[in-house]
């Protein structure tokens, strides 16, 4: 692979037939794995590869995924109720309407409080699907200009429910 270099651009380039002199870029969408924050970077075009126009004043915006890096407490009890903490990159940054989902696709969403100071995000463990004990993967979504942001399976954290004692325990 490459190692990203300082100075490095973006072109995009395409051949067009007779009559085909306008190409429009409506939407872009750049992935990568790296946790990186959101940013504004400018862009310049070119129709040869070497004279660039002068750089958009609003230039591209990079919006990064939400990403858990940690959860604690780590476990709490199927019936649910334990709060947790939940540490990661993009919590911020114009996010809104936070929200945690402890399970796979059909597991409920329970909302979160993002702390300013800290950047943590807060929320409650709902109960787990069936009351089965066992270890659930730890999403976050939210909202940012519009659109929904969602952890995706290597930006998720863990979490891990508990038998619940019994009375004579």
Same mark, same amino acid.
């Given at each position: 692979? +490459?190692?990203?270099? =300082?100075? %490095?651009?973006?072109?995009? &380039?395409?051949?067009?037939?007779?009559? +085909?002199?306008?190409? %429009?870029?409506?939407?872009?969408?750049?992935?990568?794995?790296?946790? @990186? +924050?959101?940013?504004?970077?400018? @862009?310049?075009?070119?129709l040869?590869?070497?004279?660039? &126009?002068?750089?958009?004043?609003?230039?591209?915006?990079?919006? #990064?995924?939400?990403?858990?890096?940690?959860?604690?407490?780590? &476990?709490?009890?199927?019936?649910?109720?334990?709060r947790?903490?939940?540490?990661? =990159? #993009?919590?911020?940054?114009?996010?809104?309407?936070?929200?945690?989902?402890?399970?796979?696709?059909?597991?409920?969403l329970?909302?979160?409080?993002?702390?300013?100071?800290?950047?943590?995000l #807060?929320?409650?463990?709902?109960?787990?699907?069936g009351?089965?004990?066992g270890?659930?993967?730890?999403?976050? !979504?939210?909202?940012?200009h519009?659109?929904?942001?969602? &952890?995706?399976?290597? !930006?998720?954290?863990?979490?891990? +429910?508990?038998?619940?004692?019994?009375?004579?325990?």
């Amino acid at each position: 692979g +490459y190692a990203a270099q =300082l100075g %490095w651009r973006l072109a995009l &380039s395409a051949a067009a037939g007779e009559g +085909y002199g306008r190409l %429009w870029v409506r939407k872009l969408r750049l992935r990568t794995d790296a946790g @990186v +924050y959101n940013a504004t970077l400018p @862009v310049a075009l070119s129709l040869n590869g070497q004279q660039y &126009s002068p750089a958009a004043e609003s230039g591209f915006e990079y919006t #990064a995924h939400p990403t858990v890096v940690s959860v604690e407490p780590r &476990s709490g009890p199927v019936h649910g109720g334990t709060r947790v903490l939940i540490s990661g =990159l #993009a919590f911020a940054d114009g996010g809104s309407a936070h929200r945690c989902r402890f399970g796979g696709a059909g597991a409920s969403l329970v909302n979160a409080t993002r702390h300013a100071g800290t950047g943590l995000l #807060a929320c409650t463990t709902p109960p787990s699907l069936g009351a089965v004990s066992g270890r659930v993967n730890v999403s976050v !979504e939210l909202m940012r200009h519009g659109q929904l942001q969602v &952890s995706e399976g290597h !930006e998720q954290g863990v979490f891990v +429910y508990t038998p619940a004692l019994s009375a004579a325990d």
